[in-house]
């Protein structure tokens, strides 16, 4: 049984940072492919950034240089450092970890394993 646990969202003024984090248990390892997602109310669910066993990652264009991926394998933790932060970045963020073989794919259709998430809250 997959476990993942986000943590660290919040509300914070435009031009502003948050940090997620995503601790995971279970049967998941350092071979699994790590990502985050957001949805907006009203909005489909879509990727944010996603990153592999090889630390190979990618980004959705909207996030590019304001967002970094990253994970600590010995602690079974990904994260996500949010800077420049925008209104529209407001959304519910959530981790998600696939089996190796995936690749780094924004799709979410691509991931099995979700966390409950996450809220994050831009305002102007």
């Known amino acids: 049984q997959v476990q993942l646990v986000e943590s660290g969202g919040g509300s914070v003024q435009a031009g502003g940072s948050l940090r997620l984090s995503c601790k995971s248990s279970?049967?998941?390892?350092?071979?699994?492919?790590m990502g985050w997602f957001r949805q907006a109310p009203g909005k489909e669910r879509e990727g944010v950034a996603v990153?592999?066993?090889?630390?190979?990652?990618t980004y959705a264009d909207s996030v590019k240089g304001r967002f970094t991926i990253s994970r600590d394998n010995a602690n079974n933790t990904l994260y996500l450092q949010m800077n420049s932060l925008k209104p529209e970045d407001t959304a519910m963020y959530y981790c998600?970890?696939?089996?190796?073989?995936?690749?780094?794919?924004?799709?979410?259709?691509?991931?099995?394993?979700w966390g409950q998430g996450t809220q994050v809250t831009v305002s102007s």
């Open positions: 998600a970890a696939e089996e190796p073989g995936v690749g780094v794919t924004l799709n979410s259709v691509d991931f099995g394993y």
């Open positions: 279970g049967y998941t390892d350092s071979s699994y492919c």
């Open positions: 990153i592999d066993s090889d630390g190979e990652t």
